[in-house]
């Protein structure tokens, strides 16, 4: 069984899922990517996960050339673990998905743990008036897409990014097969405990965000890890604050930001994502539970360290 310890708050800043329109505080430019991991390091995340996008129309970019103008910026003002997407943005090839990862070298990389339907389209009909032309044709294709993590694609950032980097993974889960996939990897040597799970819920084409979901996904977790792991749970739109309190009390760590819920309470948007960061921590400590640090985090998932990276 998953052991209890200091909660580690990840904060997945800006992300791929969301467009420009459907809020006016979704960071999009380098410099509002880097204000708001600062902000959500300064209000309690240990961890800080990142994706890029096009500082002209917000739109999801791997240009390495772009992370290139924030990363030393949050690096200088925070002592928080940097987690870099190997997702990207839907229709991007593995080769730029994992570009930037690759010119960083980051301690934590995030990694899909299999092939899915992933599904954005529904979100297009809550909106008439778009800020760019690509956010509709962008949510829209989604309904014909699939996002593809093969076993082959997975060795390869194993390889590439674990081996040959030094990077540990945040190897994010969107069904009960992906824990199968994983400890597939782990029975080969591929990857080495102690191994960070995120639990994604509330994906169309994931598994639903539920109670009984992630009382499973943690029951098959334990079954295949044992005390070799540690989980996080992440859990879209509204059910991100009920479902990391229910993951924490489970002896869990928790994610929030931007990247999976734009909003702070019933129908209103959060301000920043140091806003989500402090209401989680508000939560927790007033459960009892205590908010790991980043270099708490570093000696819990046995990271490299900050200055390891090549950023």
Known sequence: MAKSRKVIITCAV?????????????????????????????????????????????????????????LPRIKQSTDAVINITTGGGHGMSLEQRIAAAMWAK?????????????????????????????????????????????????????????????????FECYDVGHLYNL????????VKPPYFIQFVMGIRGGIGADPDNLMHLKR??????GDD???????????Q????????????????????????GRGELATSNAQQVAK????????GHEIASPDEAREMLALKGGDQVGF
Not at 183 to 190: H, I, N, R, V
């Open 14 to 70: 800006t992300g791929a899922v969301h467009t420009p329109t459907m809020s006016p505080h979704l960071p999009v430019t380098p410099d509002e990517i880097a204000a708001g991991a600062i902000g959500a390091a300064e209000a309690g995340a240990a961890i800080i996960h990142l994706h890029a996008r096009d500082p002209e129309n917000g739109s999801p970019t791997g240009a390495p050339e772009v992370f290139e103008r924030f």
């Open 106 to 170: 980051p301690e934590m990389c995030s990694l899909n743990m299999g092939s899915m339907n992933f599904g954005l389209f529904e979100m297009q009909s809550r909106f008439k008036d778009w800020k760019h032309e690509w956010e509709p044709a962008y949510l829209e294709m989604t309904r014909d897409f699939i996002f593809k993590n093969t076993f082959k694609d997975i060795e390869g950032v194993m390889k590439h990014l674990g081996d040959g980097c030094g990077s540990k993974f945040e």
């Open 183 to 190: 400890a597939y990897f782990a029975e080969q040597g591929l």
């Open 220 to 225: 098959t977790a334990d079954k295949l890890f």
């Open 229 to 239: 792991y540690l989980f996080s749970v992440l859990a879209a739109g509204r059910f």
């Open 241 to 264: 604050m009920p479902l990391a309190t229910m993951g924490a009390i489970l002896g869990g760590n928790v994610r929030v930001g931007l990247e999976d819920s734009l909003f702070i």
């Open 280 to 287: 989680i921590r508000a939560i927790l400590e007033n459960l």
